[in-house]
């Protein structure tokens, strides 16, 4: 489609890159539903980008399970508490020391939701590959 616009590639529905003309009616059950569309991109990159180094430094991908929700409020308070500081960057990972607070942030969340760590719920002891996350 040489030559042609960004609203024509749009009108060309259902092959163009845009919503115009995409069907608007029609019958979708998701009110009350979370609209992940409402988190910016960018937030969730950097999530995942901290994820991708924490994945390569303690290998497996589900370890932050096993950590408990105060452990990720300390580390949480710590990367805020060196950016505050105006280090802007983890020296170790090289990543923004607030995107490895989001990262924590996430964790927490992710806790709470799934009662993993619930006030009055075991937690598991501090072992030599939990310290010094976060």
Request: proline share 7%; net charge negative.
């Amino acid at each position: 489609m040489s030559g042609t616009t960004f609203e024509d590639k749009q009108q060309a529905w259902p092959g163009g890159c845009g919503l115009v003309g995409w069907p608007t009616e029609g019958i979708k059950h998701d009110g009350g539903k979370v609209r992940l569309s409402l988190v910016p991109q960018q937030g969730i990159e950097a999530v995942a980008k901290v994820r991708m180094y924490g994945v390569t430094k303690y290998t497996d991908p589900n370890s932050w399970k096993g950590v408990s929700v105060e452990r990720y409020l300390d580390a949480c308070l710590r990367h805020i508490g060196a950016h505050i500081k105006g280090e802007e960057c983890d020296p170790e990972s090289g990543l923004p020391h607030l995107d490895h607070a989001a990262c924590n942030l996430a964790f927490i969340a992710a806790l709470r939701d799934s009662h993993e760590n619930a006030p009055g719920s075991h937690v598991p002891p501090q072992t030599d590959n939990d310290k010094g996350k976060g």
